[in-house]
Structures are given as structure tokens and as C-alpha cells.
């Protein structure tokens, strides 16, 4: 499947179309009522560009998933010392987020983002060209601290846009977009490992983000006007960030949120030893196990979509959660009476099924308070998130045995913090 191609079977699966010609997404862009179909058309691929520049780090983390078992015996390292090359990687998304929203909140969102993809791309180039782990280690934490200013700006460019649902709702439809990036990433890292040995996924992760730049360049506009952007202050930063942590409400729904994405996490970073390694499946094939959790998603990103607007961000927030705590129940299940290895797909694919529906909807709540404050808030929220993922991924990747329980047990604990987060702080 093409990258295009992809986009363009998802987005005809469930009718998006219908949703980019809708009054409140149109009113976004358009300064008249007429809208022609041109316009629309322009809309609609911009929304494309927003997932492409949203996929770089989901691309950046799946397509070398299956490849990790081939690095560790080119290198010659223990397979917990390549799980630590994704660990530095979050590490420094997690910084990252910290240092590119306020930046992008005062100098705007559109010198950001191409400053981070054009670094992104270097680290492409240098992770290929890696003689050992520990500078692809380095290099790779160097790589998340750049691609972190995509996601924040991304975050932040569609709250500019959109008021709370519809914050929600568009954000959902870009996951989608960029959901192609995980569906396909494992499967082409997988046959690149095979054909082309796995310096081949680095090169291709540096092209698609040349890729990106050119996109930017020519079609994203800066959506934050000059006046009005507050200097950019260390002292003004951290009392920004003193005021969302003070909430008790903004840190439920953080952690909340960043629970649910350490639990995803956690499988990022065992899945592949544990599917290949432990229940034995092929190297080209964990990229079709791995692209069930990703059509599960696309699944649970369409409902969210199409019924937030009308029981609101809250209860969606709610039924992810809940759908997320069986899965975990079922995790343990499949483990104490070894239903084998669907016993570990089918609750990890409902598990990481609803992170669009956490994800989205947890951070509608958090910027809706904060709206002048959208880039702090965000990468606040992501840096919390990733910062979470990496330590429970790390502990996971120390705690490297013959066995699936140190990937379902920490799903199955993440599912229970992520829930009780919720429900003890931001609902309560």
C-alpha cells in the first residue's frame, strides 16, 4: 500500500469528505460564505499535510519495530539495549514539547515546525550511518527532541482553528489521516529490514521528512497573528506551566491521558521481542499483527468523530477509558491462562484502539481552559505523556525476559492509572 494510497482508503472507508465540507470546518479557512469547490479541495489536502507532518513520529517509532531483533545482532548488543534507543527517543520528544510550545507561542507555529522537521531530518541521515548503540541511542534522542516541535504545533495550529468539540473531532480525523503511518510502517520496516538491512528504514524516515518541509513551505500558513504573542520569558514559562499544574482537573486529564499512552508505549517497545521472539512470528508478518491495532483505531477514531459533537468530549473521554481498562483485565486474563498469542493481540488492539479517543479528547479538555496559553498547554500535556511513556517503556525494557508479562502487566497497571487519574482527579 502507498502512503497516498492509504490516506485515500481511509478517508473513503468512512466518508470523511462529508466532514471537510461541513460549515464549522470551512468557516476555519474561508473568509466567505460562498465556499467553491476549490477551496474545499484545498482544505481537505491541507488536512492531509497536517497528518503527514503528524505521522513523522509514529513513522519514526514503528518502522523500525521489527528491525530491532536484526539490530541487535548487527551491533552486537543485548535486545534491552536497542528497546533503549526508542526509550531515547521519547526522552527527548518528552524535552522537546517542553521547549517548542512556549517558542511557538511567541515567534509562531510555522518557523517551528520547519526548523524541527529540517533536524529531524538530519537525524535520519545520522541514525543510518551508525556505527554502534550508543550513537544511535544519542542520535535518537536527538531525533524525538526535534520531531517534538511537529506535534506541538500541530496541537497547537488546530486549537488556533477550532473551539473544544470541534478541536476534538478535527484532531480525531487528523489521527486518522496519519494512522496510515502505523498500518504501513511496521510492515515496510519489515520487508526494508529483509531486502535492504535496517539502516534502509533511517534513510527512508530522512526522505519522508524532506518530504514534509516541502509540503510546509508550500501550503501550511502561520495561524498564530503577530500581535498579541507573549514575550518568550523562562520566568513567564514556568509560571504558565505552574497554572495548568495547579488544576487539579488539567493534571487528571494530563495523566489521564499519559498513562493510556505509556500503556500503548509499552507495547511499542516489547511488542515486537515478544511476538517474534516469544510466540514466533516472522518478522514480515508482526507488521500485519501490528496493522490490527492500527484498523482498530481508524475504527475507534471514526465513532469518536462522529459522535462527540453530540454527547461531548467527556463521555467520550469516559468510554475510552473504560474500554482500555478491560483490555488491560484482559491482558492479565490471557496471561495467568495462557490463551497464547491472540490472547495478547486481540485485548492489545482495543487497547491501543481507543488511544485516539484518550488522546484527543483528554487534551480538548486541557486546552479548552487555556486558550491563550494553547502551545504551553500542549507541550505541557505532551511532554508529561511522553515522559510517563518513557519511564514505564524503560522500566519494561529492563525488565527484559522470555515471557509477554513485563509488556501485559505494565499495560494492565497503565489502564488502571489511567482510569483512576481520571476519575479521582479530573472528574471528581
Known sequence: MSFWSGYQLAFESIRVSHFFS????????MTTNAVNQQQQQLTFLLILVLGAIAALTPLAIDMYLPAMPD?????????????????AYTAGFAIGQLIHGPISD????????????????VGGVVSALAADIETLTYVRAAQGFFGAAAAV???ALVRDMFDREEFARTMSFITLVMTVAPLAAPMIGGYLAVWFGWR??????????ALVIVLVLSLIPE???????PPLRLGSTLRNYMKILRSRKSVGY??????SFAGMFSFLTAGAFV?????GVSTQNFGYLFGLNVVCLIVMTSFNGKFVRKIGSEKMLQIGLTIQLLSGIALIAGQAFEWGLWGTVIPVMFFVGTISIVGSNSMACVLSAYPELAGTASSLAGTLRFGTGTIVGGTVAVIHVNSAWPMTGAMAACAFLSALFYWGLAKK
Open 106 to 121: 511567541s515567534y509562531g507555529r510555522r518557523p517551528v515546525l520547519i526548523g524541527g522537521v529540517a533536524f529531524f531530518l
Open 22 to 29: 461541513t460549515s464549522s470546518f470551512t468557516k476555519a479557512y
Open 200 to 209: 534502509s528504514i533511517f534513510w527512508v524516515l530522512a526522505g519522508f521528512a
Open 153 to 155: 504545533v500541530i496541537a
Open 223 to 229: 495561524t498564530l497573528p503577530g500581535q498579541g504573542r
Open 71 to 87: 539490530i541487535a545482532r548487527d551491533l552486537s548488543v543485548t535486545p534491552g539495549q536497542v528497546q533503549q534507543t526508542l526509550a
Open 275 to 279: 511476538y517474534i521472539d516469544y510466540y
Open 254 to 259: 494530563i495523566f489521564a491521558s499519559g498513562f
